[in-house]
């Protein structure tokens, strides 16, 4: 069973508009970790954040925020006032404690600025 | 970018050869995940090493593809007989301890090597 889902393949926006992008996630662990991951056109991964299960406070990080709700099994990561730079792919990636050792990756979010 | 060091950044093959992809931990990490990224898909996992040992290869492809991670030196992602299929990006990312992104361990990944078969 697919543990990370990402359903938007691709979003566009104007520049400085809102974009939020969704991610899903199942498991049976009670402890696990989430993490968003920006993949820009020249290929690197950039680690965005971490977040671990016992922690539902939502995050923000400049024009960056995530929103953690397990009661929905969600992760979704908000990009306020995009730029674009921001133009990239975009992943959702979760960790089990007890279950297997790497980390599921979703299929990714494509996310395009439009100037 | 965190330490994880991957060569080369891209490698151009011709059908039937093989590619040898490298691997650098983080210094002081004792544990190797290989991923492969198909053109416009997620990341998939291949195989999670610790040194002198494989753990988990339950992504790898049965054939062609194999992984080794020294006592000394680089892990090495092996490729034998490339066909155009393996044309990918090939992702590397190191712990400290077992289990990728596990309790406090920060989770980077070395820049990636495309490998690209003609």
């Known amino acids: 069973a697919q543990k990370v889902t990402q359903a938007q393949t691709e979003i566009s926006v104007v520049e400085k508009e809102d974009v939020t992008l969704d991610c899903v996630y199942e498991?049976?662990?009670?402890?696990?970790?989430l993490f968003w991951y920006k993949q820009p056109p020249s290929g690197e991964l950039v680690f965005l954040i971490r977040?671990?299960?016992?922690?539902?406070q939502n995050e923000i990080s400049g024009r960056y925020s995530w929103n953690f709700q397990k009661s929905t099994s969600s992760f979704n990561f908000t990009i306020t006032a995009s730029q674009v730079v921001d133009s990239a792919v975009y992943f959702c990636?979760?960790?089990?404690?007890?279950?297997?050792?790497?980390?599921?990756f979703g299929t990714g979010t494509r996310l395009t600025v439009i100037p | 970018n965190a330490g994880v060091m991957q060569n080369p950044r891209h490698l151009v093959r011709r059908r039937g050869q093989e590619a040898r992809l490298r691997c650098s931990p983080v210094?002081?990490?004792?544990?190797v995940y290989w991923y492969r990224q198909l053109p416009e898909e997620g990341l998939k996992f291949m195989v999670y090493?610790?040194?002198?040992?494989?753990?988990?290869e339950s992504g790898m492809p049965k054939e062609r593809f194999s992984a080794e991670f020294p006592k000394e030196g680089p892990s090495i992602l092996r490729i034998q007989q490339v066909v155009r299929g393996d044309s990918a990006a090939y992702f590397c990312?190191?712990?400290?301890?077992?289990?990728?992104?596990?309790?406090?361990?920060?989770?980077?990944f070395g820049d990636g090597t495309r490998l690209s078969i003609l």
């Open positions: 210094k002081g990490h004792s544990h």
């Open positions: 977040r671990n299960s016992f922690d539902e």
């Open positions: 498991t049976r662990d009670t402890t696990y970790y």
């Open positions: 990312a190191s712990s400290k301890t077992g289990g990728l992104g596990r309790r406090n361990q920060p989770q980077h």
């Open positions: 090493l610790q040194k002198e040992n494989i753990i988990d």
């Open positions: 990636a979760l960790s089990e404690e007890t279950g297997a050792n790497n980390l599921f």
